[in-house]
């Protein structure tokens, strides 16, 4: 369809022969007033001939290019994630991107119609609804209107209480135990851990048996910057070799260091 619309537009022919990114260039040479026939437009079409299949414009489902960073960091084709907080499957997710490319996991999120949604679009991963912590069997949740301010954490509801967001309803819902889920990772393994749960981060890092469970890289949301004053969680997960490595607006990733240390020695 985009490139249709682009053809048209720039009254481009021989759609067949033609990459959208082809048509994109086209349309741009055509509207500095070059004729295909020209000298200039002949040599910006031999250079692109060289170099423009090679270039490939991957697609971010994050809300600030979370998973373009990730990327860096989990280039396999294979591999697993535990996404806590899922939230949408594919609109502002983290992990979609890697299901996309074949990867799977654990998706777990106390809102039904999200891991509803996620039946549907990611029929690979296992779904869990209920809130991660390491305590009680059961937990308060506080489900605001808007989806993505949902909580557990008694903290984070007052503050958003006070800034005027309203509260759908509070309800008690089950609490998961990690080890339950008896997941096991080791820094080089091709895994990710992303964490979005407004507010209860650090009791989910704390509920982890990090003997057993040391995912390669962890994408974990704190409202305040970890850069220049270090935050509790940055000092937690420091104290458990990994570090701080990019900044995604509220998204801090952060990749243990014996992968860093093996990536610098082959490099």
Known sequence: MLRRLLSHHSKIEDLQNNSTLAILVKSLLKSLGLREQGFLFKSFKKIYRRIGSHIRIEKSYSFNGED????????ESIGSYLDVGCGNPIRGNNTYYFYKKGWNGISIDPLNHLLLRHRVFRRRDRHIQGIVGNENSTGTFFEFEADDFSTSSVERYKELLDKGHRLRKKRVVNVIHLQE??????PLDPFLLDIDV????KDILLSIDWDFFSPRVIAVEEWESPISTKSEIRVFLEARNYELVSRAFVTSIYVHSQYLCRVKLSS
């Open 181 to 186: 889920l008896e997941i096991k990772a080791l």
């Open 198 to 201: 407004e507010g209860s981060e």
């Open 68 to 75: 373009a960073i990730l990327r860096r960091y989990l280039p």
